[in-house]
T-cell receptor
Framework: DQQVKQNSPSLSVQEGRISILNCDYT??????FLWYKKYPAEGPTFLISISSIKDKNEDGRFTVFLNKSAKHLSLHIVPSQPGDSAVYFC?????????????FGKGTHLIIQP | DTGVSQDPRHKITKRGQNVTFRCDPI?????LYWYRQTLGQGPEFLTYFQNEAQLEKSRLLSDRFSAERPKGSFSTLEIQRTEQGDSAMYLC?????????????FGPGTRLTVL
């Protein structure tokens, strides 16, 4: 049973514009959420995280928003750059919190067009 | 290079054979994780070590799978009597547990193909 869901398999955005990647979850007990980015033939790379007690976290061009009532989070990338083309995964702790393994969504393939 | 390394990067085997993969975590990290990723899916958690203790296993880790981390450093994942359904990318990750939210650092993975 998928606890973390990414319903858009792919997203195409023009260079310089905003990219918005969405993620829904079912477990209201998740302590935190993370976003990972993956290039072909490489392992996932950590991008940004957010605690369940916050509604926003920002790091440079990347901002994650959390809406707990809707069980929804989103990753905003502004402005989008060609190097942002990758698969993005939303993740949460497998057992809810702590130093657990992570449960991942299926990913969204972001394509930045020139 | 001080990142997570995995060996081999690719493995092709015949159904029924045993395979073993190795993961070397970032040296100061005491937590080590194994995941499996199949096409079109995100990584799926298999198991987790803190130092040499295996603390958690998912239901995906069938009896044919065994993982060890004998001295709390590198880890091995063995699959016995491989099946075609075992074909996947096997990812290893490590963390120090000291980050805010358990950021895990992944290796490049071992791609297993079972013929």
């Amino acid at each position: 049973d998928q606890q973390v869901k990414q319903n858009s398999p792919s997203l195409s955005v023009q260079e310089g514009r905003i990219s918005i990647l969405n993620c829904d979850y079912t477990n209201s007990m998740f302590d935190y959420f993370l976003w990972y980015k993956k290039y072909p033939a490489e392992g996932p790379t950590f991008l940004i995280s957010i605690s369940s007690i916050k509604d926003k976290n920002e790091d440079g061009r990347f901002t994650v928003f959390l809406n707990k009532s809707a069980k929804h989070l989103s990753l905003h990338i502004v402005p989008s750059q060609p190097g942002d083309s990758a698969v993005y995964f939303c993740a949460a702790p497998y057992s809810g919190g702590g130093a657990d393994g992570l449960t991942f969504g299926k990913g969204t393939h972001l394509i930045i067009q020139p | 290079d001080t990142g997570v390394s995995q060996d081999p990067r690719h493995k092709i085997t015949k159904r029924g054979q045993n395979v073993t993969f190795r993961c070397d975590p970032i040296s100061e990290h005491n937590r080590l994780y194994w995941y499996r990723q199949t096409l079109g899916q995100g990584p799926e958690f298999l198991t987790y070590f803190q130092n040499e203790a295996q603390l958690e296993k998912s239901r995906l880790l069938s009896d044919r799978f065994s993982a060890e981390r004998p001295k709390g450093s590198f880890s091995t994942l063995e699959i016995q009597r491989t099946e075609q359904g075992d074909s996947a990318m096997y990812l290893c990750a490590s963390s120090s547990g000291g980050g805010s939210y358990n950021e895990q650092f992944f290796g490049p993975g071992t791609r297993l193909t079972v013929l």
